[in-house]
């Protein structure tokens, strides 16, 4: 995959211009720049583009952590079912 693909609006090349941007804000951007991307493409082989390209020579900059934590698979959700689930905590 190439840049241009991975980046197509250029949001996240313009996060890693932008001079003390907050992990929110990079937050906020990624959002937009998952969105922008074409059907089909996978966030994850973008992302690791990306990283490639940008976080490799600015580790420390948030929108390095956004695009590493783009890679990580969430947590599988806990549900506590029947009568237990429905008591809530304390009772």
């Given at each position: 995959?190439?840049l241009?693909?991975a980046?197509?609006?250029?949001?996240?090349r313009?996060?890693?211009r932008?001079e003390a941007?907050?992990?929110g804000?990079?937050?906020?951007?990624?959002?937009?720049?998952?969105?922008?991307?074409?059907?089909g493409?996978?966030?994850?082989d973008?992302?690791?583009v990306?990283i490639?390209?940008y976080?490799l020579?600015e580790?420390d900059?948030?929108?390095?952590?956004?695009?590493?934590?783009?890679l990580?698979?969430?947590?599988?959700?806990?549900?506590?079912g029947?009568r237990?689930?429905r008591q809530?905590?304390?009772?």
């Amino acid at each position: 995959m190439e840049l241009s693909e991975a980046d197509p609006k250029g949001l996240v090349r313009e996060s890693y211009r932008i001079e003390a941007i907050t992990g929110g804000e990079c937050r906020s951007i990624f959002i937009d720049w998952a969105l922008s991307l074409p059907v089909g493409l996978s966030v994850a082989d973008a992302a690791r583009v990306l990283i490639a390209t940008y976080a490799l020579t600015e580790p420390d900059h948030p929108m390095s952590t956004v695009l590493s934590q783009a890679l990580t698979a969430p947590e599988a959700p806990r549900r506590r079912g029947g009568r237990t689930g429905r008591q809530g905590p304390g009772a």
